[in-house]
T-cell receptor, first 111, second 114 residues
Framework: KAGVTQTPRYLIKTRGQQVTLSCSPI?????VSWYQQTPGQGLQFLFE???????NKGNFPGRFSGRQFSNSRSEMNVSTLELGDSALYLC??????????FGQGTRLTVV | DQQVKQNSPSLSVQEGRISILNCDYT??????FLWYKKYPAEGPTFLIS?????DKNEDGRFTVFLNKSAKHLSLHIVPSQPGDSAVYFC?????????????FGTGTRLQVTL
């Protein structure tokens, strides 16, 4: 089985812009979660989608949003980018009783 | 408030010896715990997990121990190999025994020397 695929791998954006990141889960996995990793805060949970519905949300501002499609692929959007949004964004997929398997991440740099 | 803590930022162990990585948590609602290994510029790789109804889980060279009364878990790697050199993250979940909404520790960098 192919693993979790995230695109793009690297991204540079300007403050105030918006960005969309994509995640394709492992085939058959219906849950997709997003995490942010920064040197200061470590790995933090953003949100989780299951069967196109958001089922869990972390403590991030409303500028961070996501969605999941019927094929379980997920996108994450960040609007009005700030310098502090520079981070490695990780997507993880799982099925009901499996562990969370992570993709390689998208490195976002906001300048 | 750091609910999952890994108090040792780094650990150096000789090849062939045992590596012991520790993790403490404060949230008594956590019922599922996982260990991940991470290399730079890659996503975390799942290693081993344990449910709160168990106190030990073993998978090959990796064993995780859970002490609920002390709110402490540890990962033992025996024997340690140079390829084990990476950052190890402890993670916990309070979502009915699933790997959902994980709370991560800050990581311990393990270096296995020859």
């Amino acid at each position: 089985k192919a693993g979790v695929t995230q695109t793009p791998r690297y991204l540079i954006k300007t403050r105030g812009q918006q960005v969309t990141l994509s995640c394709s889960p492992i085939s058959g996995h219906r849950s997709v979660s997003w995490y942010q990793q920064t040197p200061g805060q470590g790995l933090q949970f953003l949100f989780e989608y299951f069967s196109e519905t958001q089922r869990n949300k972390g403590n991030f501002p409303g500028r961070f949003s996501g969605r999941q499609f019927s094929n379980s692929r997920s996108e994450m959007n960040v609007s009005t980018l700030e310098l502090g949004d520079s981070a490695l964004y990780l997507c993880a997929s799982r099925d009901v009783n499996t562990e969370a398997f992570f993709g390689q991440g998208t490195r976002l740099t906001v300048v | 408030d750091q609910q999952v803590k890994q108090n040792s930022p780094s650990l150096s162990v000789q090849e062939g010896r045992i590596s012991i990585l520790n993790c403490d948590y404060t949230n008594s609602m956590f019922d599922y715990f996982l260990w991940y290994k991470k290399y730079p510029a890659e996503g975390p790789t799942f290693l081993i997990s344990i449910s709160s109804i168990k106190d030990k889980n073993e998978d090959g060279r990796f064993t995780v121990f859970l002490n609920k009364s002390a709110k402490h878990l540890s990962l033992h790697i025996v024997p340690s190999q140079p390829g084990d050199s990476a950052v190890y993250f402890c993670a916990a979940s309070a979502e009915s025994g699933t790997a959902s909404k994980l709370t991560f520790g800050t990581g311990t960098r393990l270096q296995v020397t020859l």
